[in-house]
């Protein structure tokens, strides 16, 4: 036998193991524990609700609501401008642009955490960049900005103040009137208010 | 190091040395396999001598079945190899143009360089005309533009295009590789001509 016949068979032997090789995927985008313990310790990865109703009353265009609730719970009630993918289709190739991209803010949310929790997982396993969950979910978003609750007379003036905004921004997203609140402290004077944190991490 | 997974973390510069050692080695391979000679290369379009074919061939399937097997043990991220993107128009125009630069001129771009580095002097005009061809190319780019353009496929391969895993694919160009030789060889027994390098 020639050089040339044995060259052919041992590429054709390699060729039929290649065809038999199972598809396997692999990818060098590795969430690390590590790293993701440093999120949650740092917690970039969380909007809390006020932020995220600075962003909607400033009608921030980069920002991206996204319920990942299942449509029924989102007809029924959805944060304003918010889209519904729903988790279980969330890496559909018809979501991929929301989800995959630079341009926009996307914040996950869901009644609770656990669902925008792993929604958030998810996105950072495959590298997708901007993809933030909202601290508390819907749950913390009724507790905090719809029906705020007064943090009583010993508040601190910090206290108050985010009760006042917090309060601002019910009447904003419910459009109910200003309840006047007996209980408040007489008003003080006016504390300069810190600039409040912008969303953290992706291309900001 | 883009897709090989043990050397993700590199710098830069370290990556574009690793680059340059491995254009040097390109370089080498081409002028072993005899190809800083234009007979040797326009020989593949008489029939005579199909010395490109094969190499191209056996250097293309090797390549496939290394990325095939390294992506297997997980060595290699296949998902962020480059895949050269695919304009159907400006590839076959190009291929013309390039096919008959080929003959005409008894050099690949590639080729001409390795020709150059050994001291041909047709190589090294060879390199100059390529120089302003490109010059050419680029400052007329807006005539051009549309014709460039057209037919946009993106980043295909032809495994997703057929449907098939690319460990079928991978087998399936091997048998038409094997083919392919086998027919090379019948065409050099049939064009034969006799090497006369050492009397010019």
Request: glycine share 8%; with cysteine.
């Amino acid at each position: 036998m020639n050089t040339r016949v044995i060259l052919t068979i041992i590429f054709i032997s390699f060729g039929s193991i290649a065809a038999m090789l199972p598809k396997q995927k692999i990818s060098s985008i590795q969430l690390e524990a590590d790293d993701l313990l440093r999120d949650i310790k740092l917690r970039t990865h969380l909007v809390s609700t006020d932020e995220l109703a600075d962003l909607l009353i400033n009608h921030d265009p980069t920002l991206l609501l996204i319920d990942v609730r299942d449509s029924v719970e989102y007809g029924k009630y959805h944060l304003p401008g918010a889209i519904n993918i729903p988790l279980k289709e969330l890496l559909d190739e018809k979501w991929l642009p929301y989800v995959d991209q630079l341009s926009k803010h996307n914040i996950f949310y869901s009644n609770g955490t656990i669902l925008s929790s792993e929604a958030g997982i998810l996105c950072r396993q495959l590298g997708f960049k901007n993809n933030f969950v909202l601290e508390g979910g819907l749950n913390a978003w009724f507790a905090t900005i719809i029906k705020p609750e007064h943090p009583g007379s010993m508040a601190t003036s910090e206290e108050l103040d985010q009760y006042a905004r917090r309060k601002a921004a019910s009447m904003y997203f419910t459009g109910s009137s200003a309840a006047t609140d007996q209980n408040s402290a007489p008003a003080l004077p006016p504390v300069p208010r810190k600039k409040k944190k912008r969303v953290q991490g992706g291309c900001s | 190091m883009g897709p090989l997974v043990p050397l993700q973390n590199i710098s830069n510069e370290l990556n574009l040395l690793i680059a340059f050692v491995i254009g040097l080695g390109f370089g080498i391979a081409l002028e072993q396999a005899g190809f800083s000679s234009s007979r040797k290369l326009a020989g593949m379009f008489y029939g005579y001598d199909t010395t490109v074919l094969k190499v191209f061939f056996t250097a293309a399937i090797t390549a496939m079945l290394g990325l095939i097997f390294l992506s297997f043990v997980g060595l290699i991220d296949l998902d962020i190899v480059y895949v050269n993107e695919y304009y159907i128009y400006s590839a076959i125009v190009g291929g013309v143009i390039m096919g008959a630069g080929f003959i005409i001129g008894g050099f690949c771009p590639g080729t001409s360089f390795t020709a150059a580095a050994i001291g041909k002097i047709d190589a090294m005009w060879f390199v100059l005309g390529s120089m302003i061809g490109i010059f050419i190319f680029g400052e007329t780019y807006s005539i051009f533009q549309e014709l460039h353009m057209s037919g946009y496929k993106g980043a295909v391969k032809v495994s997703d295009v057929l449907g098939i895993r690319d460990g079928y694919f991978a087998l399936l160009l091997i048998l038409v590789a094997s083919a392919m030789f086998w027919l090379a060889e019948l065409a050099e027994k049939k064009f034969r001509r006799d090497d006369i390098t050492k009397e010019i």
